[in-house]
């Protein structure tokens, strides 16, 4: 039974429910103690178990009834059916002939979930391995003295023993439509949303800039649950406590009911403020998706966990922070990039005014604890970098980390200042896919 509730969780997450090692166990404990015998009360108990909300417990749901199905051989097999009266022609000794000559729902149900679990049906992850799987149920049940009797039959050349290999195929034909049927039940629930896992795990990987405007949508689909698991991990405030330095003051007091008695100890802790961000983003037509990637990564976490100041530039250098605050998502990305309603030159690409820009008119938002993210190729169509505006961007910031959308074989090549500039920068790091993206965001947020 233990090897049913792994089973039924696995096609529960492969749903898209999170489960901690902590509710399996919480689990387990609860199904040892009602059992399996009450179908209701064991729907109801692993959903208290194991899911957090509402969308969760309806997805639970769902896979209890599809898991827990048991409407397999339910249906009259077509044609005549196998009897006792065709005995003597046929080879008794098979237990799946007999459980098909007494139609035996019940055991043909539990032969077929039997020969699933010693195939490790559960392990089926692609749409190509239904059918081998199927192969391996049947063989594992004995579908092979089926066909050794009808080779039998068929070769006895007789009126009676035709007719017994035709109730004979009947019955096969029958066993295999409902181990079909079980098989795809069984690819639903543990493999279902396999196509669409391994497309994110695809698209997380290609660059940016190559991805086609068709997969947009499911772009942001994917960047919402980063961001999502991102908040769940980081939003609240974090306090770390520094376990051996006793805060020996606050100790004396909280003990003075104890006549000075150190009972109750009180350590040292440090509060674990919100992270500060600067980002400053070149929205030029060279870069412009992986910035559109980028700020939706920003827009999600603006409000949570990181206090956030964005600006973005082409010709000039505008503050587009109150647009992320209070526009939606969609509308503030299309009024950045388009440059609508906002004071931006969307001209030749120059870093030297719009860094000039910055350090005359928002210096003051760089302190010591401001971590500073350019996003931007460098690439100043051969004008002046003027690299000492970065300098003293740098001087008073925590941290200034570029991101750079091309890979670094290209770095310096051509008219990219990205060598003059990385001497005040505390690292350059490539940046061109959503993989690249979230593990720099974790990383700073986690700092």
Avoid at 278 to 285: A, E, K, L, M, W
Avoid at 364 to 372: F, I
């Amino acid at each position: 039974m233990e090897r049913v509730l792994e089973e039924f969780i696995t096609a529960v997450r492969s749903a898209g429910v999170r489960i901690s090692l902590s509710e399996t166990l919480d689990a387990a404990r609860a199904v040892a103690l009602i059992g399996y015998g009450d179908r209701a009360l064991l729907k109801d108990t692993l959903a208290v178990s194991l899911a957090k909300t509402a969308p969760e417990k309806e997805i639970l749901c769902n896979c209890f009834e599809r898991f827990f199905a048991f409407d397999f051989f339910t249906a009259e097999p077509e044609g005549d059916r196998c009897s006792p009266k065709d005995g003597p022609l046929l080879d008794a000794e098979s237990p799946l002939l007999r459980l098909l000559m007494e139609e035996d729902r019940a055991g043909l149900t539990a032969a077929m979930t039997e020969a699933a679990r010693l195939e490790n049906l559960s392990q089926i992850r692609y749409y190509t391995q239904r059918s081998l799987f199927a192969l391996r149920l049947l063989n594992r049940m004995g579908a092979g003295d089926l066909d050794r009797q009808l080779q039998v039959l068929r070769a006895l050349d007789t009126p009676e023993a035709a007719a017994a290999a035709n109730r004979l195929e009947a019955a096969k034909n029958y066993l295999v439509d409902n181990v079909r049927r079980y098989v795809q039940n069984r690819y639903d629930l543990f493999a279902g949303n396999e196509a669409e896992r391994r497309l994110d795990s695809e698209l997380r990987l290609v660059k940016l800039s190559n991805i086609e405007q068709r997969h947009f949508v499911h772009l942001h689909q994917i960047i919402k649950r980063m961001v999502k698991r991102l908040n769940d991990l980081h939003s609240r405030r974090r306090k770390r406590a520094r376990r051996g330095v006793l805060d020996f003051k606050r100790t004396l007091r909280e003990n003075i009911s104890c006549q000075g008695l150190l009972f109750a100890p009180s350590w040292k802790k440090k509060k674990v403020d919100r992270p500060q961000f600067v980002v400053i983003c070149d929205i030029s037509r060279s870069v412009l998706r992986t910035v559109r990637f980028l700020l939706l990564f920003l827009y999600g976490l603006n409000q949570e966990i990181a206090k956030i100041r964005t600006f973005v530039f082409c010709t000039n250098l505008v503050e587009v922070s109150d647009i992320l605050d209070n526009c939606p998502v969609d509308e503030a990305l299309t009024r950045i990039q388009g440059g609508t309603d906002i004071p931006l030159i969307m001209g030749r690409t120059d870093y030297e005014r719009s860094f000039g820009d910055f350090r005359r008119n928002y210096l003051h938002a760089v302190t010591r604890k401001t971590t500073v993210l350019i996003l931007g190729d460098a690439r100043n169509n051969y004008n002046d970098p003027c690299p000492e505006h970065l300098q003293a961007i740098y001087d008073r910031s925590r941290r200034l980390i570029w991101l750079n959308p091309e890979v670094p074989s290209f770095w310096g090549a051509g008219d990219s200042e990205i060598r003059k500039y990385s001497p005040y920068c505390t690292v350059v790091r490539e940046c061109n896919t959503l993989d690249h993206i979230e593990r720099l965001i974790s990383a700073l947020i986690r700092d």
